[in-house]
Nanobody
Framework: QVQLVETGGGLVQAGGSLRLSCLAS????????MGWFRQAPGKEREFVAA????????YYADSVKGRFTISRDNAKNTVYLQMNSLKPEDTAVYYC?????????????????WGQGTQVTVSS
């Protein structure tokens, strides 16, 4: 069992930055691929970024490439999402998810562990 807690959301003006953190319980954090997803009001949840267990393989959605950076500190059981140059369309609830390593990083999170989400609001 893995419990995930996201922090770092908030209200920011367009062009600003936020850093989200996701702290995981348990002792085998490095055995999980970690993904960040988001869901805007009235829209389906979408993939944002993902990192392999080692952090050596990373993928981004095209919409955030060049603006967002995913990283992880396995010693701290934490994955981060640094979000720069934020746009109003980035407004959403952001979730982190953990799935056992193996398979593509960008999919297969249906049975993953999920956090409760943190709200990010970008004003224009």
């Amino acid at each position: 069992q893995v419990q995930l807690v996201e922090t770092g959301g908030g209200l920011v003006q367009a062009g600003g930055s936020l850093r989200l953190s996701c702290l995981a319980s348990g002792r085998t954090f490095s055995s999980y691929a970690m993904g960040w997803f988001r869901q805007a009001p009235g829209k389906e949840r979408e993939f944002v970024a993902a990192s392999s267990g080692s952090g050596l393989s990373i993928y981004y959605a095209d919409s955030v490439k060049g603006r967002f950076t995913i990283s992880r500190d396995n010693a701290k059981n934490t994955v981060y999402l640094q979000m720069n140059s934020l746009k109003p369309e980035d407004t959403a609830v952001y979730y982190c998810a953990a799935k056992a390593v193996g398979g593509p990083l960008v999919s297969g999170y249906e049975n993953a562990y999920w956090g409760q989400g943190t709200q990010v609001t970008v004003s224009s």
